[in-house]
């Protein structure tokens, strides 16, 4: 009779190693005296710096393949730089904006071939200094890369990257009435957008059009009509939503989708019981998030779960007092994390980010949800808010210390950057990724974003701590305030 080891799928065989790496650091940490403990948990900010200032200004050949991706690879570097409470220095802000300014192509007249078809260099050269294409033939400007295919994505990263600078300069050098007519243009009867001309239509393509748009303050009802439809058809019966119909629950596509009807004020629509009880189940014995059901813990989702969370206990008027889980059942889901507090407003005063009034904090309560594995259900029978030092603080609903701990101890390179998991290596994605589900599990306790988060809610030394963040957009919060009042003038 074969043994069950060798009955293991290879999901098992990898989640066993993955959990035995994790154990070992773990391990090694529980057993070092508190001295080191504190220095294990410090996040490596001067190493992080040097690996993103390294990145933004060169990179090797082999970055090559990611041509398309450099708006993407700005985006990343910044948004790590700016929660790190850092900028870049005026010339190679000068020459980021110059380089995302030349990215904006302009599609061709007639049949909709794209003007991106000349050779490229064949060398690899610095992501903010790039070879200027002639643009003389084309039209209706888009912001993506010189020579390749206006995109949905790119576009995204680039204002992203631009409204992270800052400045009057980085604003004004985005063309919003060009890029509404390309939003217009990918948009789909069924309510979907496509990522570029004859491109894919899915629940990311609907998040970074709308979120685009809103930002931008050029989001109107044309945009919008549908697009709830068709993310109301990605949610699945597990209660998360899938990239497109009939496709598996995701949780980069979940946050897009729940984002974006967020935005169009339709998340009401969607079935937030079933989809919290899903995401709550998405945080493993690890700390970190996976994510999709059976899958490995993975240092992107830190953000992409994590933020999930964001947008719930932020937004969640939109869920209403009366929700409940009613198989959730009676469990004790004390959290092995102490009370913390922190900012997790993700706009300021009362206006929400599609412009209209939203409704007082107290109108609805959250209680947290979550063992030490986060694998306790959700119960909304019994909400509300503690007091500590004189602040009032909110429960979050997953277990932010553990992923704090995932993060600092499994994810983070003491060389500089952050990585998936123990033996992958670090990236810019992954960076910018945990750093942002960091800043989320560090600010997700207090519901005044103007108050810093309490000691105890920051694992490691409190100069750990990181810029809040509007976990819409994914932007530094106080840059996302100066863009809302920019673009809002006009």
């Known amino acids: 009779m074969a043994s069950t080891s060798s009955r293991e799928t290879v999901t098992q065989r990898e989640q066993s190693m993955v959990l035995a790496d994790v154990n070992v650091m773990y391990d090694i940490f529980a057993d070092v005296p508190p001295r080191t403990k504190l220095l294990m948990l410090e996040l490596q900010r001067d190493n992080h710096m040097e690996y993103l200032l390294r990145g933004l200004q060169q990179l090797g050949p082999s970055f090559c393949v990611l041509d398309a991706n450099r708006p993407w690879i700005c985006y990343w570097i910044l948004h790590s730089i700016a929660l790190l409470g850092e900028s870049i220095d005026a010339g190679l802000e000068a020459r980021t904006i110059d380089f995302l300014s030349r990215c904006q192509l302009e599609l061709s007249r ?139 629950a995701h949780g980069g596509y979940t946050f897009c989708g729940l984002a974006t009807m967020i935005l169009i004020n339709e998340a009401d629509r969607l079935d937030l019981a ?57 469990a004790d889901c004390s959290a092995a994390s102490p009370p913390t507090t922190a900012a997790s407003d993700v706009s300021d005063g009362e206006e929400s980010l599609d412009g209209t009034s939203s409704t007082s904090d107290e109108d609805c309560h959250f209680q947290q949800g979550g063992v030490e594995n986060a694998s306790c259900p959700v119960n909304f029978g019994n909400v509300g808010y503690r007091s500590v030092e004189g602040r009032t603080e909110r429960e979050p609903l997953f277990h932010s210390i553990a992923l704090q701990r995932y993060i600092l101890l499994c994810s983070q390179d003491p060389g500089g950057g952050l990585k998936d998991k123990p033996r992958k290596a670090r990236d810019h994605y992954h960076t910018c990724y945990c750093l942002s589900g960091l800043s989320v599990s560090q600010h997700c306790w ?44 006009s």
């Open 274 to 330: 079933s989809l919290l009880d899903w995401v709550v189940f998405r945080q493993g014995v690890e700390g970190g998030f996976q994510g999709r059901t059976n899958k490995l813990v993975d240092g992107c989702y830190s953000f992409w779960q994590g933020g999930i969370f964001a947008l719930l206990q932020r937004f969640h008027t939109i869920i209403g007092e009366s929700m409940t889980l009613s198989d959730a059942g009676e």
């Open 446 to 489: 207090s519901k005044d974003e103007n108050s810093p988060p309490l000691p105890r809610s920051v694992l490691g030394p409190y100069s750990n701590l990181l810029e809040p963040i509007n976990p819409i957009h994914n932007v530094v919060l106080d840059r996302y305030r100066e863009a809302q009042e920019f673009f809002g003038r």
């Open 110 to 248: 007639g049949d909709e071939v794209l003007a991106w078809s000349r050779a490229r260099p064949p060398i690899c050269p610095s992501i903010a200094n790039w070879w200027r294409p002639p643009l003389s033939q084309m039209v209706d400007m888009v912001v993506d890369l010189d020579r390749q295919m206006p995109h949905l994505a790119t576009t995204y990263a680039a204002v992203n990257s631009l409204i992270t600078l800052g400045s009057d300069k980085s604003l004004l050098s985005i063309d919003r009435h060009k890029i509404y007519r390309f939003l217009k243009r990918m948009k789909e009867p069924n309510g979907a957008f496509r990522m570029h001309v004859a491109g894919e239509m899915d629940v990311r393509a609907c998040y970074t059009a709308i979120s685009v748009a809103s930002v931008l303050n050029i989001l109107d009802e044309e945009l919008v009509h549908n697009v709830g439809n068709y993310i109301l058809s990605c949610q699945t019966y597990e209660g998360g939503i899938s990239g497109e119909p009939g496709s598996e």
